[in-house]
Structure formats: structure tokens, C-alpha cells
């Protein structure tokens, strides 16, 4: 494993046999990465007609990872990824890398672009990425930082558009140590909203160099207690009820529930979806919530933001492609300050 990873350019691609690759592949659903996923060789992608085929520097790790690789909660298998082993072998989503080649009705890409996007299979050294979910890399991020922020960047900034946050509004950003919360909480200031954002003691001083205004250590301060009042709430973690975040909330205060982890295997995350859904209709506040949909509109709008200096992916540590499944379980335990990388490549430099 190596630390915070920096820069590095596009070398060519290595040489090999041109039909298979190394990759992790997982043949079941388990919810230890150790146990489920395996690193070894793979049939090499082909790009379907709308498709990008990308030599994949780097990847990242996020949530949705575990949910992937797990088929849990038990509705997401029956929305596509698989009902009795997952589809796709392999469970990474986010990548940066470079065009390799590209299907007959892809426009606006050429081989050698460096980019960076969402698809399903991204622990491997060539993944195929339908165009409409991938975009030019952000000119001032290394590889390894690009492939930090599709799905974490692009949530949060629909979360925040969600929110309709404006300038001098209170935000808090419920996770800002997180993957979302970290994008969610810098794209709030830059919207030029007073942040607070909520994290455990170990991780205030990461979110405090995020640029926030204010860190609360979840652990010690009751953050609803209703003595600070918030026009917008981002919720991306511990689940708190629906009554103590609208206790929290100005009289007409917005709330976007992005998510939180429960060891339910059902619908329990969905139960405050469906309580704000159904209390909607009675209350000045706006109760909503985010189903983040990735799109290369939305990354070349966050590849701006991060270019305009306001928006910085924070990475936490960077684990090689061989040590995927320590990579998960890593964000699994709650101790990823921030994102995690995949070096695909091997030799992300320092
Ligand atoms: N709706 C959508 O479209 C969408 C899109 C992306 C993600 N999600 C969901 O959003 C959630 C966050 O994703 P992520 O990738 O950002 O996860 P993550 O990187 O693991 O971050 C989780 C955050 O939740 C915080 N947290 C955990 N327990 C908490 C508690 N009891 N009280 C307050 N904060 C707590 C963590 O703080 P500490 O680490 O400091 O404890 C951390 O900041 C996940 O449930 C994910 O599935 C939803």
C-alpha cells in the first residue's frame, strides 16, 4: 500500500497479450472482500458501439463498492446487478485512465485522452465505459485523484443543486469525512454557503483542511440538539431520524438524505425516504432525497469545479490493484479519511 498518491503522466501501454488482463474477479456475492473477490487474469474488454474502451490508471473505492459486491440490500439484485451472483465480475465503478479505443458511434473521444468516468468493472487494467458516463479528466488532478471523485463528486454535486443551496445560506453536511460529504461540504463553499460539517474526533482535522467553517465531532455534540439551525442539511451518514434532522432545520430549511449505512438486508435504508415522502405535503420544509444519476454532463461540471481551484478530491491512502479487497474492507471498517484509490498501473507516483 502506498500513501497519498500525486502525479503522473500517460505512459504507454505495457506490453502483453493483447486479449486478457490482470483483474479482480468476483464469481460470488460475500459480504469479505477477501473472501470473494481474487486478483488474476481476465478476458480483455471490447467497446460495444457506444462504448469508450479506457486503459485504466486508477480506480476508487466508495460504498456503493460493498453494495456491489455484496448484492445487499436485496432489492439492488433485482435491479440489474445480478439476482443469485453478480453480473458484472467485477465490482469497481469509478475509474481515470486513458482512451485505448472506442465503439463506431462514439464521437468526441480519441485514443490517447485522458479521462475519467463510472463503469461497471473498473479493478482492471481496460474497461469499457459507455461515453455518456465519461468525460475529460480534470486538467489538474493526477490519475489516481480523477478516479477519486465520479460517483463521490457527482453525487454530491447533485445534492447540492437538490438543495438549491445559495450564497450566505448554513449548510451542514452530515459525513464530511466521507466520500460524498467531502465533495458535498467544498462544493457547498463554493457556493459561497457557511459550512458545518460532522465527522469523528479522528477525522476533524481532514475536514477541517477541506475549508469548512465549522467541525463538529459527532461523537461528543449532539449536532441536532436545534441550537444552531440549518437552512440545508446533507445527510451521508449515521441515519438520524427524520424528526431530530427537521428540528435542526430552519422553519422552510431543506433536507437531501443521500444515504447511511444499516445492517438491514430489506428496505431499511428507505425508511426515511418514505417517511419525508409521506410528511412532504404537511411542512414549509423541503424533505428530499438523492437517487445520484452519472452522467458526463454532471462530471464535466464537477471537472470545472475542481479546475477552478474550489473543489479538491481528498484522498485518503492508495492500495495496488492485487490489494483490492484490503482497499474495500478499509472503507468498510469506517477508517477511510476521505477517498481510496486503486494503482491500477502499479506505480502511481509519490
Ligand atoms: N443517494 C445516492 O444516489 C447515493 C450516492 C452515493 C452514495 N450514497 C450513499 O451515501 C452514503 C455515504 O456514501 P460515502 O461513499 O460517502 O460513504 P463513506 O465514505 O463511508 O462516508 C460515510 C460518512 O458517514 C459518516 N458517519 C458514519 N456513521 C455516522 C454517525 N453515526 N453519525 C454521523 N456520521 C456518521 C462517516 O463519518 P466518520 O467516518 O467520521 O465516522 C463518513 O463521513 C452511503 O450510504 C452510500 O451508499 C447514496
Known amino acids: ?19 486478457t488482463m490482470k483483474a479482480i474477479i468476483q464469481d460470488s456475492y460475500g459480504a469479505v472482500a477477501g473472501d470473494v473477490l481474487r486478483f488474476g487474469d481476465a478476458p480483455r474488454p471490447v467497446a460495444g458501439d457506444d462504448e469508450v474502451l479506457v486503459r485504466v490508471v486508477a480506480a476508487s473505492v466508495d460504498r456503493g463498492t460493498w453494495h456491489v459486491m455484496t448484492g445487499l440490500p436485496y432489492p439492488m439484485r433485482a435491479a440489474g446487478f445480478g439476482m443469485r451472483k453478480p453480473k458484472s465480475p467485477n465490482p469497481g465503478r469509478c475509474l481515470a485512465g486513458v482512451v485505448e479505443s472506442f465503439g463506431r458511434q462514439v464521437t468526441g473521444f480519441k485514443p490517447g485522452d485522458e479521462v475519467y468516468g463510472t463503469c461497471s468493472g473498473s479493478f482492471a487494467e481496460y474497461a469499457c465505459v ?12 493526477s490519475f489516481a485523484e480523477a478516479a477519486a471523485a465520479p460517483i ?8 447540492i443543486r437538490k438543495a438549491d443551496v445559495q450564497p450566505g445560506e448554513k449548510v451542514l453536511v452530515i459525513g464530511a469525512s466521507g ?5 458535498a461540504a467544498q462544493i457547498a463553499r463554493a457556493a459561497g454557503a457557511e459550512v458545518t460539517g460532522t465527522a469523528r474526533a479522528s477525522k476533524t482535522e481532514m475536514v477541517r483542511r ?33 424528526a431530530g434532522l427537521r428540528k435542526a432545520l430552519t422553519e422552510t430549511g431543506r ?6 449505512e444499516t445492517d438491514g438486508k430489506w428496505f431499511d435504508a428507505l425508511t426515511r425516504t418514505f417517511k419525508s415522502l409521506l410528511l412532504g405535503p404537511f411542512t414549509k420544509q423541503k424533505l428530499l432525497a ?8 454532471d462530471l464535466i461540471a464537477l471537472k470545472e469545479l475542481i479546475e477552478s481551484g474550489k473543489v479538491a478530491p481528498a484522498v485518503d491512502r492508495t492500495y495496488p490493484l492485487s490489494e483490492t479487497a484490503a482497499a474495500i474492507q478499509y472503507v468498510q471498517d469506517g477508517r477511510a479519511q476521505g477517498k481510496v484509490v486503486i494503482d491500477v498501473e502499479g506505480d502511481l507516483r509519490q
Not at 500500500?1 to 486479449?19: E, G, I, N, W, Y
Open 130 to 141: 459507455k461515453a455518456k458516463r465519461l468525460a475529460p479528466k480534470p486538467a489538474n488532478l
Open 179 to 183: 466520500g460524498v460529504g467531502s465533495f
Open 255 to 260: 433536507l437531501v438524505i443521500v444515504g447511511g
Open 210 to 242: 477541506l475549508g469548512v467553517d465549522r467541525v463538529i465531532d459527532y461523537t461528543r455534540e449532539d449536532f441536532l440538539d436545534g441550537q444552531v439551525r440549518y437552512d440545508v442539511i446533507i445527510d451521508t451518514g449515521g441515519n438520524r431520524e427524520l
Open 290 to 297: 438523492l437517487m445520484s444519476i452519472e452522467n458526463s454532463g
Open 1 to 19: 500500500m502506498k500513501s497519498a498518491p500525486l502525479d503522473r503522466t500517460a505512459d504507454p501501454a505495457p506490453a502483453s497479450d493483447p486479449t
Open 152 to 159: 463521490s463528486g457527482v453525487s454530491a454535486l447533485q445534492a
